[in-house]
Nanobody, 122 residues
Framework: QVRLAESEGGLVQLGGSLSLSCAASGGTFSNTAMAWFRQTPGKDREFVASISWYGDVKYYADFVKGRFIISRDNAKNTLYLHMNILKPEDTAVYYC???????????????WGQGTQVTVSS
C-alpha cells in the first residue's frame, strides 16, 4: 500500500514559479510510475504530467509543455513538479498519483494524494 502526501501549495503571481513535491511511504515504491493531476471545482480532474520509475520517460499535457517539469528522486521516495511561467488557468488543486503499471501515455492511478491548492493571481 503506497501512501502519497503532497507538499503545501501556495499563491503565485502570473508568470511566477512554484515547485511541488510528493512524498511516498507505506509501500515498496518499486516499479511505480507516478504522475500529477489537477482539478478545478466543476471540472473533471485532468492529467498534467507523468514519469517512469527511472525517469527516462516523461509525458506532459499540451497545456504545460515547456513550462512544467516533472522529476523524481527515488532515494528520497519523492516526486516533484516544477511549475514555471504560471498562468491563472493553472489555478487548481494538484494531486500526486502513482500506478503499479509500466508507464504509458494513458495514466491510470492506483493511489492518490489528498491534493494541494495552487493559486495563480493576475
Amino acid at each position: 500500500q503506497v501512501r502519497l502526501a503532497e507538499s503545501e501549495g501556495g499563491l503565485v503571481q502570473l508568470g511566477g514559479s512554484l515547485s511541488l513535491s510528493c512524498a511516498a511511504s507505506g509501500g515498496t515504491f518499486s516499479n511505480t510510475a507516478m504522475a500529477w493531476f489537477r482539478q478545478t471545482p466543476g471540472k473533471d480532474r485532468e492529467f498534467v504530467a507523468s514519469i517512469s520509475w527511472y525517469g527516462d520517460v516523461k509525458y506532459y499535457a499540451d497545456f504545460v509543455k515547456g513550462r512544467f517539469i516533472i522529476s523524481r528522486d527515488n532515494a528520497k521516495n519523492t516526486l516533484y513538479l516544477h511549475m514555471n511561467i504560471l498562468k491563472p488557468e493553472d489555478t487548481a488543486v494538484y494531486y500526486c498519483a502513482a500506478s503499479s503499471r509500466l508507464l504509458q501515455p494513458s495514466f491510470v492511478p492506483d493511489y492518490w494524494g489528498q491534493g494541494t491548492q495552487v493559486t495563480v493571481s493576475s
